[in-house]
């Protein structure tokens, strides 16, 4: 597990993506509620923002180029060529899966909000949901799978997280 903290420009960004996301989803009629809609305690926006400082924190402790990209519809990895991230506020919470997965991506487990981060580590989506528990969530199918059984990050190349 790697613990990352985003730069104040890091952070601009992904303020900024992340309104974008909720910009596109209200559009798109994909957020029912609109931005001020709260998931848990966090409003829709929040967790957008946040959700793009994790793309953000995956990316550098993957060493790898963040496109920043704005697809709602997850026709495109999170992060080229095949990584895809999910983001948990808690640093106790699991990796959750869903069926929409393909099942060749890497999901990358990162918790945290903006502007720290823990990237955990990864594991195919098939694997997680072989291995992962499930459970039905609001008539939804999720798999959970613990940091534990996932595939551990490398460490970076020299050391540090540029």
Known sequence: MTDVRLTDSQTAVCRLIGRLWNETARANRNAPSGAAATVGNRTRLLRDMDAAGAECAASLVLG????????????????????????????????????EDNPRARVVHVTGALPVYRVHGWIY???????????????????????????PMPPPANGRID
Do not use: C, Y
């Open 125 to 151: 989506a098939a694997d997680g949901r072989r291995i992962g528990t499930p459970r039905i969530i609001n008539g939804r199918q999720r798999w959970f799978v613990s940091a534990g059984l996932l595939i």
């Open 64 to 99: 790898l180029v963040w496109p920043m990209g704005v697809n709602t519809f997850r026709t495109a990895p999170d992060i080229p060529p095949d990584w895809e991230v999910r983001n948990r506020a808690d640093h106790g919470n699991d990796l959750t899966l869903t069926p």
